[in-house]
């Protein structure tokens, strides 16, 4: 839930970041009305700020006021680290709760569920749904009068289905995909029984996620919101890295560590601060473990900063070895395992032939073409090129984009 200890401090937008998109899920949800569409999908690349997104529409929503009923109906966080949180087990059983918490009106009708079989918490989550949500509503009646509830499902990418033990043969990219699509069906079942409930769901543009919103029976009543293309991501970054350094220096002015670089400007300074915001290409996940990074009192953040910036190779070492680094390095070691490892020889064959390649293409272009020109020159299959990158669409952008810049 948005609000448990396990997530404490909950990860929110820094202040004057992501407005724009923070303002059109508002205008969707509408509070009083109902969406056109029942469900928003917004997706973006790893590290893009889509917990924090989550975390802010949850506190924005629960703290409004002038309403008679509490429009955050619930909230559940997956996260693949957390035994308890990276499978789909407990995903029904937590959203009625808090349901009931929300509406007290189902309360009853969920304990009678769970009273006349005590075994349900134990059944597949289809008959949870059934049983514990979609019985308990229609008991209520009147569910057009009923005033609408925001559901926040956030980070669906991270669904892994840990629980299931075909896993000894590591079956992980098959396990994720399926169980995923699962969880996308059991919302989808839920909305198409209207239910006095909204759904927005978070999540990495995974190539199986995107094929299931986009198919027929899902498309007409999903919004999808690419947070990739909407807003100044690097304006946002610069906001937050301004803000973060501002704070970082106030802490430490009096230890003589500031009068470093430019002698007519204070610590940062413009330059540094600029080619921070280069550096990250609005990439708030670098931004931030960046900012964890120097930010230590073990250490001088003047010189940790320019290390970073200048990329030293002597740094690199240490860069690795940083535990905020050590975690963004985790994230993106496990998006590449995700790859099948019968599939892991020719992803990595691909990626280096973009490597190669990437200076010999004219700056915007489409990134399907290429494949198709180094599949040629590799002698590949045609097609097999962009197949082998399907478990890394999280952190590549296969359509028409600045080749330079494709490796995020």
Known sequence: MHDSDERYPPPVCHPETREIVIVRIKDWYGFQTRPAKPIMWVHAPAGYGKTAIAGTISKLVEEVEGLDFSPLGATFYFWRTSPERNSPARFIITIAYQLAMSIPE??????DAVKQN????????????????????????????????????????????????????????????RVQIRILDLIHRLQSHRLPLSFLIL?????????????????????????????????????????????????????????????????????????????????ILYASTVIRHIDTPYGDPWKLLKN????????????????????????????????????????????????????????????????????????????????????????LHLSVYPMPNILK
């Not at 008959?127 to 509503?137: A, H, N, S, T, Y």
């Open 106 to 111: 189902l309360t009853p009708h969920i304990e």
């Open 118 to 177: 005590r075994m349900i918490l134990r059944k597949a989550l289809e008959v949870q749904l059934m049983k514990l949500i979609v019985e308990p509503f229609k008991a209520l009646g009147g569910l057009d009068d009923m005033p609408n509830r925001l559901v926040i499902v956030d980070g669906l990418d991270e669904c892994i289905n840990s629980d299931q033990e075909c896993r000894v043969d590591r079956q992980y990219a098959e396990d994720q995909e």
């Open 203 to 283: 999540s990495r543009p995974e190539a199986w996620i995107k094929q299931r919103m986009q198919s027929g029976s899902f498309h007409r009543v999903v919004e999808a919101v690419d947070l990739y293309a909407l807003g100044d991501h690097v304006k946002d970054t610069e906001t937050y890295i301004r803000a973060e350094l501002s704070r970082i220096a106030a802490r430490i002015q009096d230890d003589g560590t500031l009068d470093r670089g430019d002698p007519d400007e204070e610590w940062p300074g413009k330059k540094v601060v600029q080619s921070f915001v280069r550096r990250t290409n609005g990439h």
């Open 308 to 395: 970073v910036l200048d990329g030293y190779a002597r740094s690199n070492l240490e860069l690795v070895h940083s535990s905020p680094f050590s975690s963004l390095n985790a994230l993106y070691l496990h998006i590449m395992q995700s790859c099948p490892e019968s599939n892991r020889a020719l992803m990595i064959a691909v990626l280096e032939d973009f490597s190669a390649f990437a200076l010999h293409f004219r700056p915007q272009v489409d990134v399907g073409r290429v494949l198709a020109v180094l599949d040629h020159l590799a002698g590949r299959v045609p097609g097999q090129g962009f197949r082998s990158l399907r478990p890394l669409h999280a952190v």
